[in-house]
């Protein structure tokens, strides 16, 4: 093993690796930026480029790509509230109340240290264990993942701290019910189609996410020009980048946590990394004391911090499955894998045997991809944040251009559009009477994976609920679904008393 | 190879290629071509496009590729729009495979196969059933034991949604063994990948599939493969019985090809199925394959179209069978 990773450093830190893992994320960076582009379309526009080298330099490039994507899509969260990919929309929960509180630059500053973290510490738990860790990747059923489902619907809770429970429930429910759209896994029905072959495939992510929150936004800074966007005075200084001593110590145990579950959260094939980011969204404000829950959603540190780790550690740890078996967890490895074949590399048990080389220099790629990226990204950040100095009548029209266009190019559908016009209409009069947006991108999410993994279970079990508690880790998972819930209920019912004794 | 030549790959090989818009009409030069992928980058119609557009161009049988990726309806807008445009898609060719059949029977669109012009079918993959490498089940009349003493005993996992190719294959398999095709339980997963760590997770007892994506797992050892679909042994797998030699008379063949629009010359079809033809002797196409675990079936033109003729036929008498119809 040790002369495998001897090999893979040394293929890693050849010049010209080098130079591919620095273009690589700064290409990533720059396409996972625009939004409506993420990761997977970045790789499917790198590709090419990768014709004709040899495996590991294309997957050092393609990795680096990766990276830079995931991190570009987190820039165009914080700032424009347009996550592209579904991995960043709960790192717009509170890095872009922060941007509009006039710290964007903390915010991208932290989104850049909480990536680098992440993505280190889960490479090197990548490096000491991946080969182990393909048997625990393959411990988890179908049962399993719906209990992990409606543990990351428990999240909705922190929606759900300014008063308005009914309506956070409401908004969640609205998009499980939006899940439903499109043909049915387990019968092949279609179902609330209306006829139209454009629903078929049911709605596509990117398009509900780029309505309800770039677009929605956008028109909300025309229709209230005092509460959209941060004021211009706010703006002039666009806040430091540097983060407090206090501010570190506060957020370390955040990115420790969010680390550790984000990558094994990552290594489960059927989760992947927008499961990890909400996970940890719900599990920091769970920890997090009373009065730190409140900031929660209005920018938060602990908010933005938990789920950008989340993200990438578990990006990194969905190379495991990857890798070992050949099996890809989410649309973005599965692409991967087709270029690894393409280049004549086969991935799976006998990857790591038969070419050592490949499958170490990709994992030290991915250290070194994280470190190019902080290195490369820092300074860059003034500069990023200054988008938002822009005048809201040029950036305005701006956003909604490039959410359009971004929905379009993948497509091609104009149906698209016009869906996307109407969700973001939805959506502004709900916010006007002030439904929040996330809880229902949340029931949208995990309603299409909570459903398909019930049935598949109801299924196999042949119709008998007892799939819920047969399994020691189903059994394990819906019961801290449970304490989460039912924890802050009781204890807000046993404070009340006090806290009136504590005024009288 | 050179940066400026890259930088060509960049731009042909982008997902916002443009349409080509052309009007040469001499049949027997074909140097270009522009392939329509009616999935999203990175699924099995784009890696197939990729893939002969690829060996196409680097062996030097044609000048220039592009492609350009269309989703939606389950392939059925890149249809529509490959006959609505049909006029300025004379150099279009557009990947597709044996689904085309199923969903045009399931009215997912309205068009069939019927409405454009078939080119060639170019390859093909066997489908497959698996089990785990530790199973019990070690033969398809253990599998087929288990079935008839309680048919809910034996799960089938697969990679599409339920009366989807995954499920025909398996379905095709009980019946050819005498069975009801509707007792199968068959239990649907997102993706080919996931429906495979489904079963290596002990939650089915069987996972349908092509061999293609079988096979890396067979030879690590994880799975084994108790019957496949095609007529005799391949020579790619010698070691893997087929359905045939186990008293099943299953045989099935996912093909995938390509199609031109609606009223494509005769000419230029057959200039294209000679271009295919001489692809299959290059090396960098013998490469791809190999990579691909791709077999070559090759039917051009008028034996293309009789052969989707019979397959529809047959998918749809078991479909009917099964209420999926």
Redesign the interface.
């Known amino acids: 093993m040790f002369e495998g990773i001897t090999a893979g450093l040394a293929t890693a830190m050849a010049w010209q690796n080098l130079i591919y893992v620095i273009i690589g994320c700064f290409a990533g960076t720059f396409i996972g930026m625009l939004p409506g582009l993420g990761p ?2 970045a790789i ?2 790198m ?3 990768t ?2 080298f040899d495996p590991a330099s294309g997957m050092i490039l393609l990795a680096g790509v990766y990276y830079g994507a995931i991190f570009g899509g987190s820039t165009s969260s914080i700032l424009i509230n347009a996550p592209g990919v579904a991995g960043t929309v709960a790192t717009s929960f509170d890095g872009y109340p922060l941007a509009r509180k006039g710290q964007a630059g903390k915010a991208l500053a932290l989104a850049a240290y909480a990536s680098f973290s992440g993505g280190t510490i889960a490479a090197i738990f990548l490096l000491l264990a991946a080969p182990m860790l393909a048997q625990v ?6 049962p399993d993942y719906f209990a992990l489902m409606v543990l990351g619907l428990t999240a909705v809770a922190a929606f759900a701290g300014k008063g308005n429970v009914l309506k956070a429930i409401m908004m969640a429910i609205l998009g499980l019910m939006l899940s439903t759209i499109g ?6 029905i279609q179902r609330f189609t209306f006829g139209k ?2 629903l ?2 049911g709605i596509d992510f990117l398009l509900l996410a780029m309505a309800t929150f770039a677009l929605a936004e956008a028109l909300m800074s025309v229709f209230r020009p005092d509460k959209g966007g941060p004021s211009s005075d706010q703006l002039s200084n666009m806040g430091s980048l540097k983060l407090s001593k206090q501010e570190v110590k506060e957020v370390a145990p955040t990115v420790a946590r969010s680390s550790i579950l984000g990558f094994f959260t990552g290594v489960l ?2 989760a992947g990394a927008t499961i990890a980011s909400f996970l940890a969204y719900g599990m920091e404000r769970n920890l997090a004391s009373a009065k730190e829950k409140l900031g929660f959603g209005k920018g938060s540190l602990k908010g933005l911090a938990g789920p950008e780790t989340a993200n990438n550690a578990a990006c990194t740890g969905s190379f495991v ?1 990857l890798l070992t ?5 989410s ?1 973005t490895t ?2 991967l ?2 270029a690894l ?4 590399v ?1 991935p ?3 990857l790591f045997v038969e070419q050592p080389e490949v499958f170490w220099s990709v994992i030290i790629s991915m250290y070194l991809g994280n470190l190019v990226l902080l290195i490369l990204n820092l300074p860059l950040i003034p500069y990023i944040a200054k988008l938002l100095n822009m005048p809201k009548q040029i950036l305005t029209p701006l956003v909604l251009f490039f959410s359009l266009t971004g929905v379009y ?5 104009t149906f698209d559009i016009q869906m996307m016009v109407l969700f973001a209409v939805a959506a502004l009069v709900l916010k006007l009477m002030s439904f929040p947006m996330a809880p229902m991108i949340l029931g949208f999410i995990l309603g299409g994976m909570m459903e ?1 993994n019930l049935r ?1 279970s109801l ?2 079990s ?1 119709g008998s609920l007892s799939f819920l508690w047969e399994r020691p880790i189903t059994l394990a998972i819906i019961s801290i679904a449970v304490v989460v819930l039912l924890v802050p209920a009781i204890q807000a019912f046993r404070k009340k008393p006090e806290a009136v004794e504590a005024t009288a | ?1 050179g940066i400026r030549q ?1 930088f060509r ?2 731009l ?5 290629a443009t349409v080509c818009v052309s009007g040469v009409s001499q049949a027997e030069i074909i140097n270009k071509a522009h392939f329509l992928v009616p999935g ?4 099995g119609w ?2 197939t496009a ?2 002969i557009g ?1 060996a196409m161009n680097r062996s030097g049988i044609i000048d220039k590729v592009s492609y350009e990726n ?5 392939g ?2 890149a249809i ?1 729009y490959l006959i609505e445009t049909a006029e300025r898609q004379k150099d279009t060719l557009m990947v597709n495979s044996t689904p085309i059949v199923i969903r045009s029977l ?1 009215k ?2 309205p068009q069939s196969f019927r409405d454009l012009t078939p080119v060639a079918a170019v390859i093909g993959d066997y489908g497959v059933l698996a089990v785990r490498a530790d199973s019990e089940i070690k033969t398809f009349a253990d599998a087929l034991k288990i079935f008839q003493g309680n048919s ?1 005993k034996l ?1 089938v996992a697969g990679g599409s ?4 190719m995954d499920h025909l294959i398996a379905a095709m398999i009980f019946q050819a063994a005498g069975e009801n095709p509707r007792k199968v ?1 068959y ?5 080919g ?2 429906a ?3 079963l ?5 007892q069987l996972l349908a599939t092509g061999l293609g994506e079988a096979l ?2 067979e ?4 799975i084994r493969i108790i019957g496949v679909t095609a007529d005799e042994r391949l020579p790619s797998a010698s070691n893997i019985p087929t359905f045939k030699e186990q008293a099943v008379d299953a045989s099935f063949v996912n093909w995938r090809g390509v199609f031109g629009p609606p009223g494509l010359d005769n000419d230029k079809v057959a200039a294209y199925g000679e271009l295919v033809k001489k692809m299959y002797d290059t090396e960098e196409w013998q ?2 394959r190999d ?2 675990g791709w077999v070559e079936i090759y039917k051009p033109g008028n034996e293309f179209m009789a052969y989707l003729e019979s397959q529809e036929k047959e998918l749809g008498a078991l479909m009917k069978q099964m209420g ?1 119809l």
Request: aromatic share 6%.
């Open positions: 997977m379309s499917a526009l590709i090419p480029v014709y004709g990747s393959l411990s988890f059923q179908s043909t049915d896994q387990s019968s092949g072959m454009d078929i495939d094939p059927g499955p078996l050949g099996i890809p967890g649309g599965a692409i894998l087709g074949i393409s280049y004549g086969q799976g048990p006998r190019l993948i497509s091609f559908n398909d598949r299924m196999i042949d | 190879m890259n790959r960049i042909a090989g982008s997902i916002l999203g980058a990175g699924g784009d890696s990729r893939g690829e269309m989703s939606g309806g389950g059925g807008r529509a399931q997912v669109f809910r799960k949604v339920a009366g989807s339980r239990v649907p997963y997102d993706a990948g996931k495979m760590a489904g290596l997770s002990g939650e089915t890396e797992m030879r690590s050892g994880k490469k791809v990579a691909n999926f």
